[in-house]
């Protein structure tokens, strides 16, 4: 540090400071510390931003398997067809209308969202694990005593790539319920 003289009051009096050089050299190791961290703030806000994403395809998928769960069992929402396997649906979050809507009525926009309801049918028998692991087709009889239902939420239309695939938040939620009757 140099020191830099000047007069008060008729005498020389020093008053210390920090040169050019010492103050660029400080700002430098600063900056090279704050860049170390950019990485920790960068991953916080991607961290951040899927757990966000997480939560908000989880609470898509959860209303909507809470809603078909309640149906009565004769609502042809959660009835597999006569001679069909699987009932299954896909639709989507608009953003602009900030509800669910099947394709035809997306258009081209974009959406937000996309969700595949599949409703499958079993016996006691075909129930294996947990899951409807032997399906039987709609309109049998007896009728089938367990129907699945599955919910799958992700981002953007169903099948597609978008460009959260490359920030890895191209998340997908998929959740099941039986139905026993």
Do not use: H
């Amino acid at each position: 540090m140099r020191e830099i003289l000047s007069f008060r009051g008729g005498r020389p009096t020093a008053e210390g400071g920090f040169s050019v050089v010492e103050v660029l050299i400080a700002a430098a190791i600063l900056l090279f510390i704050l860049l170390g961290l950019l990485p920790i703030f960068t991953q916080s806000a991607v961290s951040n931003s899927s757990g966000n994403q997480y939560t908000q395809l989880t609470n898509a998928a959860k209303s909507e398997l809470e809603r078909l769960t309640d149906l009565p069992l004769d609502n042809p929402e959660v009835m597999v067809p006569t001679g069909v396997n699987q009932l299954m649906s896909t639709s989507y979050y608009s953003g602009t209308r900030k509800t669910w809507v099947v394709t035809s009525e997306l258009g081209a926009e974009e959406p937000v969202w996309n969700r595949t309801v599949s409703v499958i049918q079993c016996d006691l028998t075909g129930f294996v694990d947990g899951r409807c692991a032997t399906l039987l087709a709609g309109g049998i009889s007896p009728p089938a005593q367990l129907r699945q239902i599955d919910i799958s939420v992700s981002p953007g239309r169903s099948g597609t790539s978008s460009a959260l695939t490359l920030l890895g938040l191209n998340k997908r939620v998929t959740l099941s319920s039986i139905k026993v009757f």
